[in-house]
């Protein structure tokens, strides 16, 4: 089968207004309900029929063979929004108070849905099936084990999907084999004590003074207790305390999170913040209770997998404008529950613009060059026509697969 084509101009506008139609109506994790009903409308108006409600609010599509047997390939975009106040003030800045596409998941879904109408025209000669993913909740919430759990990969033999990363020019497509991901673990401490005056502390433990001292300590495990070769980071980004300035607070608690890239790394930093936690007891005279939320395990791409996207990308953009990542992200993809099941490939897509507001992901002013859409969609079209092409590479056991 020939290379596809670049999305025309027709096509492209047609992305771009999904893009701009989705991030003026945001919706956050499992509440992605117009969401799904837009998406759901732009596959039926191309004859791309789709199951709905996978994965609570999800939606599995799918073109091409449908042969028993035959090699079948997903390609996933994320849907969900960010609870954040948009200050962009763009022409299409969300409408909806408090919430804000501010990940470029809005943009995933226009280049998918691009990639669909690509691979609807040459669909009678797509050597195998395409499975497109319509994902909820990647913020926080896991939503890709919910689709699992209600057959979004049944049959399918690989997956692909690519991320906007305004750290990278536009065109710039981003190809790692291996781990480019981290371990995104949560933790909520309590500090408790009897509280009393402040003109009296002597009467009781100080359970503020005790949270003073236990977030400064915890910055010294990853400088004394972790190997200084591994990444890892522990941040404290919830404090809530006290009700009155005359009162010494009867309970503080505090919010965080844990990322690292290896199992061991991991270990270490959680057992450390328990022991720190508890030596507050004796310290302070105080009680305290530590509690674990297992976050997302990290993105590990198959070697294989990403040998064929790089040589996609080259083939879009030039050999000179696919770069790697010799250092994970420390931030999470639930990305990474999909390539647990079957071999796959998380790329990032450049979409930094000098004439926008230079803002990172999850800011209130984050934004993305919409000329980044056309080549997402292309690329994601083409890597699924690739792969089935070389389907008996990836058929095998895949290294790092669970």
């Not at 047609?14 to 991030?23: A, C, P, S, T």
């Not at 913020?139 to 690519?162: S, T």
Request: aromatic share 4%; net charge neutral; with cysteine.
């Amino acid at each position: 089968m020939k290379n596809l084509p670049m999305p025309n101009t027709q096509q492209i506008a047609w992305m771009r207004d999904i893009r701009r139609h989705l991030h003026r109506h945001p919706e956050l994790a499992f509440a992605e309900f117009a969401t799904a009903r837009f998406i759901a409308k732009q596959l039926g108006e191309l004859d791309i029929p789709c199951r709905e409600q996978v994965g609570r609010t999800g939606i599995v599509a799918s073109l091409g063979s449908r042969k028993k047997g035959a090699a079948c390939v997903a390609l996933r975009a994320d849907m969900d929004a960010l609870p954040i106040t948009e200050q962009t003030g763009l022409p299409f800045a969300s409408e909806t108070p408090g919430v804000m596409h501010a990940c470029g998941h809005d943009g995933h879904v226009a280049m998918l849905l691009g990639a669909a109408a690509l691979l609807k025209a040459k669909e009678a000669e797509l050597p195998g099936r395409v499975v497109l993913i319509f994902q909820p909740a990647e913020e926080g919430d896991g939503g890709a084990q919910g689709m699992i759990a209600d057959g979004a990969l049944d049959g399918v033999n690989a997956i692909f999907a690519g991320h906007i990363d305004r750290n990278y020019g536009l065109n710039e497509i981003v190809v790692q084999p291996g781990l480019i991901s981290a371990f995104t673990d949560e933790f909520t401490i309590e500090i408790r004590s009897q509280g009393g005056h402040a003109a009296k502390p002597h009467e009781t433990a100080d359970s503020i003074l005790a949270a003073g001292q236990l977030i400064t300590s915890i910055q010294g495990i990853v400088a004394r207790e972790v190997h200084p070769c591994l990444p890892a980071v522990i941040t404290i980004g919830k404090i809530h305390g006290g009700d009155a300035a005359n009162v010494i607070a009867a309970q503080v608690v505090l919010e965080g999170t844990v990322r690292t890239t290896s199992p061991e790394t991991r270990a270490v930093c959680i057992a450390s913040l328990q022991r720190m936690t508890r030596a507050m007891e004796q310290l302070h005279r105080v009680k305290t209770s530590f509690f674990l939320r297992e976050g997302y395990p990290p993105v590990v791409n198959d070697p294989i997998a990403a040998r064929i996207a790089t040589e996609v990308a080259a083939g879009i953009v030039g050999q000179d404008m696919v770069k790697g990542q010799p250092l994970p992200s420390l931030g999470g993809e639930d990305f990474s529950f999909f390539l647990q099941k079957i071999p796959g490939c998380l790329v990032r897509f450049g979409a930094r613009h000098t004439k926008l507001h230079d803002a990172p992901a999850h800011s209130p002013r984050f934004d993305f060059d919409e000329k980044a859409l056309s080549t997402g969609a292309l690329f994601l079209a083409q890597t699924a026509v690739s792969t089935l092409e070389r389907m008996k590479e990836l058929r095998g056991p895949a290294p790092n697969r669970a």
